[in-house]
Nanobody, 112 residues
Framework: QVQIVESGGGLVEPGGSLTLSCLGA????????VSWYRQPPGKERELVAS????????TYSESVKGRFTISRNNAKRTAYLQMNNLKTDDTAVYYC?????WGEGTAVTVSS
């Protein structure tokens, strides 16, 4: 069964850090780009970061560039989103996508 499972969300204070994980199952994880999206409360889903199959190419939205880092470990079928210097505007449900398959998301709340 093809499946994407996100984890690692939670409540963090402004300026704090979190690392999200995206586990892929049921498909050849290493053959696909992986992207992280987020959907803030009451807003549209937006692309945050992407990484190529072997990790050589990464792209970021302007709003997270320099603060977030996307990476992957194909042996573990897992992609990561390291988020530093978090801001209240980063509050959202974060989703992982690979092979046009979506996970259920993991919620990140940045609040003091």
């Amino acid at each position: 069964q093809v499946q994407i499972v996100e984890s690692g969300g939670g409540l963090v204070e402004p300026g704090g850090s979190l690392t999200l994980s995206c586990l892929g199952a049921g498909f050849t994880f290493s053959s696909w780009y992986v992207s992280w999206y987020r959907q803030p409360p009451g807003k549209e889903r937006e692309l945050v970061a992407s990484i190529s199959q072997q990790g050589f190419t990464t792209t970021y939205s302007e709003s997270v560039k320099g603060r977030f880092t996307i990476s992957r470990n194909n042996a573990k079928r897992t992609a990561y989103l390291q988020m530093n210097n978090l801001k209240t505007d980063d509050t959202a449900v974060y989703y992982c996508n690979a092979m046009d398959v979506w996970g259920e998301g993991t919620a990140v709340t940045v609040s003091s």
